[in-house]
């Protein structure tokens, strides 16, 4: 079965710094895909980046990135730059190719900026 | 291109009512999921439908709680008789292939 652990309940940063946001995963699959996303105080589920676990280079947009360490089975995502509007609750996710029925969400990181 | 359109985004229901939850999915998608949030949690799968089909129901309560994806129309989740316990924000995805999510902005439900 599927886990997404993060172990991080909370998290703060000074603005300008960057920030690694930890996930750790638990499947028995070869293929599958991960995701990462951000829920600020207004509630909604915002895609931030995805990984496929066959994809050789880590995942970037923008001011994201996944460092992606399959061996380990970790997905962490890296914030650059930090700025006061990331503040919010970071999701990290995942789903089985085999499986595309559900996707299995971690219990989240709550990102505090300084400004 | 609208997004996934959930309403309402706000429901207030008295313990012992029912309470409909819709969700209009991206124009092309043809998956659904719905997900459920308590307060300070994580996101729970619930129930994953298609057209007309439930494929997987394994995270949906035994009782009072149902969801259909007709042929025409938005997917409903319903809850019969809820309970202070069903409070929580409830959202909706969808996809075209099974995979690749789009999200609602979610409907928060308060049982008072």
């Known amino acids: 079965a599927q886990k997404i652990t993060q172990t991080q309940p909370g998290m703060f940063v000074q603005e300008k710094e960057a920030v690694t946001l930890d996930c750790t995963y638990d499947t028995s699959d070869q293929s599958y895909g991960l995701f990462w996303y951000k829920q600020p105080s207004s509630g909604e589920m915002i895609f931030l980046i995805y990984q496929g676990s066959y994809d050789e280079q880590n995942a970037t947009e923008g001011r994201y990135s996944l460092n992606f360490q399959k061996a380990r089975k970790s997905a962490n995502l890296v914030i650059s730059a930090s700025q006061l509007g990331d503040s919010a609750m970071y999701f990290c996710a995942s789903y089985m190719k085999t499986s595309y029925d559900k996707v299995i969400f971690g219990p989240g990181t709550s990102l505090s900026v300084i400004p | 291109n609208a997004g996934v359109m959930q309403n309402p985004r706000h429901l207030v229901r008295r313990r012992g009512q029912e309470a409909r939850l819709r969700c209009s999915p991206m124009k092309g998608h043809s998956h659904v999921y719905w997900y459920r949030q308590l307060p300070e949690e994580g996101l729970k799968f619930m129930v994953y439908?298609?057209?007309?089909?439930?494929?997987?129901e394994s995270g949906m309560p035994k009782e009072r709680f149902s969801a259909e994806f007709p042929k025409e129309g938005p997917s409903i989740l319903r809850i019969q008789q809820v309970v202070r316990g069903d409070s929580a924000a409830y959202f909706c995805?969808?996809?075209?292939?099974?995979?690749?999510?789009?999200f609602g902005s979610g409907t928060r439900l308060t049982v008072v």
């Open positions: 995805a969808s996809s075209a292939r099974g995979y690749g999510y789009t």
């Open positions: 439908l298609q057209k007309e089909n439930i494929i997987d």
